[in-house]
């Protein structure tokens, strides 16, 4: 069973900074690409910034310059750094993977539970 388990949301002040992680457990071949998608409140999911298993990044153009996304390989762990947020990011983070489980399995997408960011002051 493949796990995802995000952490490092909560409630930040316009401006402020947050870090999320993103750490993938269980029995697995390789992971590919990780990324991170958001829902705000009546709005549909997007696409918040990926990267692949050998470091290439694409970011949503409304977090450009303001959002980091990295990954630690050997920890299985994918990683956003959100500086200068504004109200807007205010959503649920959801971190996501493709994942090959086995030599006899092919690539799936695994999502994490969420995890809540605000904005407010």
């Known amino acids: 069973q493949v796990q995802l388990v995000e952490s490092g949301g909560g409630l930040v002040q316009p401006g402020g900074s947050l870090r999320l992680s993103c750490a993938a457990s269980?029995?697995?071949?390789?992971?590919?690409?990780m990324g991170w998608h958001r829902q705000a409140p009546g709005k549909q999911r997007e696409l918040v910034a990926a990267i692949t298993s050998d470091g290439i990044t694409n970011y949503a153009d409304s977090v450009k310059g303001r959002f980091t996304i990295s990954r630690d390989n050997a920890k299985n762990t994918v990683y956003l750094q959100m500086n200068s947020l504004k109200p807007e990011d205010t959503a649920v983070y959801y971190c996501?993977?493709?994942?090959?489980?086995?030599?006899?399995?092919?690539?799936?997408?695994?999502w994490g539970q969420g995890t809540q960011v605000t904005v407010s002051s």
């Open positions: 269980g029995s697995m071949l390789s992971i590919n690409a």
């Open positions: 996501k993977a493709r994942i090959r489980r086995s030599i006899s399995s092919w690539w799936e997408d695994y």
